[in-house]
């Protein structure tokens, strides 16, 4: 299948430096320092890992920089992060993967958002697609002119006006046009797929561009005397490996930046309490959704995420509110096919490490923090710290100063996606069990409890460069959860009505003919997978 560029998941193409750059520009990356790094340690062959050791591979000469990877098949991986967003394309593309390819080898569906059920109240239902929401009328936003209509009394759900939604309910997909302007170009696509297949595919990937691989435990840390940085690793079997830098993809254990560097972890329990989830995978039943479900539940919520021969579903809840047995049988309850495996319980602590880079160790995926897999954005994270870190590629001073920046950027990512996630639990109107009473009433961080009153008061959404979601994510999750701007945009009061409904009306009925004149999902894989 070719490819037709990339959208961010705003459906806005929005192409990162290096990554972006690389295939046409950018072969190599060389320091020209006089003391480079010779040596990348990568402790874990999870997806972090592989993700780390391929992107490094495919911008590191082998001759100038030697990547060895250890990874435990007796420890394993977690293997449950199975739908992205958008951004994951750059990261394919950028390697030259091929997308067909990557699509049969890990039974990947496409994605073109996320339905929320049950949320703000029971029985209400929305969609966060990846995609702008209509079309801006004289340079204002749509979703401000839907706001208009809305406090003139228009009750024509937002949804309404999204091709991304549309497509998706009707079980349609095909990728965006290459016309910018078609309505039909508005919108971005992120996969669904196996995370047990996608490590192994990027260790073909790897491999072949020299990375060297060992099966063993680490056992022991050695630290360097005079600058505490990590000097070597020893495994079960006797062997040392030294390096120059290390990455640290060995997942919620934190190997090297927690149990040798003694990094400290940011606990967000507080803000996002569910602590544990359960996952089990089952047979495909109906229709072969575009979108990933996620289903408020009474003390947590459950994914489902259809993948080409199977569904991954898993309930993700507090273990202050609920047991492990009762979370375990209501999503064994809630399957909508029969089970292929036995459920599988996982626990975890939402936060991240206090210092993503510390000395000369790289913490990448769950060992450098964990935002509960709400808006699937773990994946994304693990791209971001690949991506500043092949920014900023350090030599063998490990200047405080690279590495202070690149803790500063990644502590915006992950602040960013906290913030969003929390607005899913808190902007609810739930209050039938402890736990949506404690999330409904808790304290947020002040960098939402802002976001929220502008937004409540006349529709307004801060903007930022850096960070995963962009005005539509907001706009979704607001009008979504119910939390609803009580003014509208001042530079839409003198026009009338009457032709904000006309342009409204003119997208609903293009919107709906757009999402009615694609193929079905199961067909458009049929043909292009
Ligand atoms: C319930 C749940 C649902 C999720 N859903 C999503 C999702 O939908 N989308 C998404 O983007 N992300 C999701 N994630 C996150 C996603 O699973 C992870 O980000 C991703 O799998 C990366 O994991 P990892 O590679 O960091 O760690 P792991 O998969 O745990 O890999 C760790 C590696 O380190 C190795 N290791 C550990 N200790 C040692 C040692 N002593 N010696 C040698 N090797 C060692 C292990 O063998 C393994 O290879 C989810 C996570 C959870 C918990």
Redesign the pocket.
């Known amino acids: 299948m070719r490819n037709r560029g990339v959208q961010d998941s705003c459906g806005r193409v929005r192409r990162w430096r290096v990554l972006a750059a690389a295939p046409h520009g950018i072969r190599h990356l060389t320091t020209g320092s006089v003391n480079p790094i010779r040596k990348i340690v990568i ?7 592989w993700m780390a050791a391929a992107s490094l591979s495919r911008f590191l000469r082998p001759d100038q920089c030697a990547i060895h990877l ?4 007796e ?10 967003v958008p951004h994951i394309r750059f990261f394919n593309q950028t390697l030259g993967i091929d997308e067909a390819d990557f699509m049969r080898k890990t039974q990947a569906t496409f994605k073109l958002g996320i339905e929320f059920v049950n949320w703000a109240r029971i029985g209400d239902s929305y969609v966060h697609p990846f995609g702008d929401y209509g079309r801006a009328y004289r340079g204002v936003k749509f979703h401000d002119v839907w706001n208009r209509l809305r406090l003139a009394g228009d009750d024509t759900p937002l949804d309404e006006y999204s091709l991304p939604i549309k497509a998706a309910k009707l079980a349609r997909f095909a990728p965006p046009s290459t016309d910018p302007q078609s309505l039909l170009a508005a919108f971005g696509y992120a996969f669904q797929f196996d ?1 047990t297949l996608f490590a192994p595919y990027l260790r073909t990937y790897s491999e072949r561009r020299g990375v060297r691989r060992t099966e ?4 022991d840390v050695r630290l360097r005397g005079e600058d505490g940085c990590i000097e070597s690793l020893k495994l079960a079997s006797g062997e040392e490996i030294a390096g120059d830098l290390f990455i640290d ?5 934190g ?1 090297l930046t927690e149990k040798s560097l003694h990094t400290g972890y940011e606990d967000w329990t507080h803000w996002l309490p569910c602590d544990r ?1 359960v ?1 089990v995978p089952c047979e495909s039943a109906g229709p072969l959704l575009p979108y990933t479900r996620a289903t408020a539940l009474a003390a947590g919520w459950q ?1 489902r ?1 259809p993948l080409q021969n199977r569904t991954g579903n ?1 309930y ?1 809840y507090s273990s202050r509110y609920i047991s492990d047995d009762e979370a375990a049988a209501t999503l064994m309850r809630n399957l909508d096919g029969a089970a292929t495996a036995e459920p599988r319980l ?1 626990r ?1 602590v939402t936060g991240r490490r206090k210092k993503t880079w510390n000395r000369n160790c790289v913490a ?4 450098g923090g ?1 935002v509960e ?1 709400l808006e ?5 994270l ?1 791209q971001a710290a690949i991506t500043h870190l092949i920014e900023m590629f350090p030599d063998r001073n490990f200047d405080a100063v690279n590495i202070d920046e690149f803790n500063r950027v990644m502590d915006v990512e992950f602040d960013r996606v906290r913030d969003f996630i929390v607005l899913h639990y808190h902007a609810t109107e739930r209050d039938d069990t402890p736990l949506w009473n404690y999330v409904r009433t808790m304290p947020i961080p002040d960098s939402l409890a802002s976001r929220i009153e502008l937004f409540r008061e006349r529709g307004v959404i801060v903007n930022y460069k850096l960070g995963l979601f962009y005005e539509p994510s907001w706009v979704a999750v607001y009008v979504g959860q119910r939390l609803l701007a009580k003014r509208s945009d001042p530079r839409l009061d003198d026009v009338p009505l009457s032709e904000l409904r006309q342009h409204a009306d003119k997208l609903r009925a293009a919107i709906n003919a757009g999402a009615e004149s694609l193929p079905t999902h199961a067909d458009f894989i049929a043909r292009h997978v």
């Open positions: 402790v874990g062959g999870g997806t972090a890992g250890v990874e435990s098949a420890i394993g991986i977690v293997g449950v992060g199975e739908a992205t995370a063993g435990r680490v056992v993809c060995s997942g919620f254990f190997l989830a996952a994914w995420i898993g993700v996982l975890f990448v995926g769950l060992a964990f897999p699937s954005t773990s994946i994304y693990i």
